[in-house]
């Protein structure tokens, strides 16, 4: 009973910052949210690319491998090369899944 509680109320915590995290992303135009404030800031199309980067690679295979996955260039979710918002929140919502 205590590891099924433990669970949905996991789950639940994670949809609810999901749901956090996209209402604010919602709110903010293409260009905005490709936006740098100044050099030692992230746009938030980097943070997201970041975020859905870590996901993909820590819950991957969670229950039999840990950690960062050889596969991941974490490097190369802190440049947006030809990255569009559509491909973005598709690696995002795929993270998340």
């Known amino acids: 009973m205590f590891i099924e509680n433990y669970k949905d109320d996991a789950l639940g915590s994670f949809r609810n910052y999901k749901n956090l995290a996209e ?6 135009s293409d260009e ?18 970041h975020v859905a980067g870590n996901l993909h690679s820590r819950w991957r ?10 596969d991941r260039n974490r490097d190369t979710e802190f440049e947006l ?8 929140t598709e690696f995002w919502e795929t993270g998340w899944q």
Do not use: H, W
Not at 33 to 49: H, L
Not at 63 to 69: P, V
């Open 81 to 88: 090369i030809a990255d569009t918002r559509e491909a973005l």
């Open 32 to 49: 905005e949210f490709f936006a740098v404030i100044d050099a030692e800031s992230n746009s938030i199309a980097v943070i997201v690319k």
């Open 23 to 28: 209402r604010a992303i919602e709110q903010v």
């Open 61 to 70: 295979d969670f229950l039999t491998a840990d950690g960062e996955k050889p």
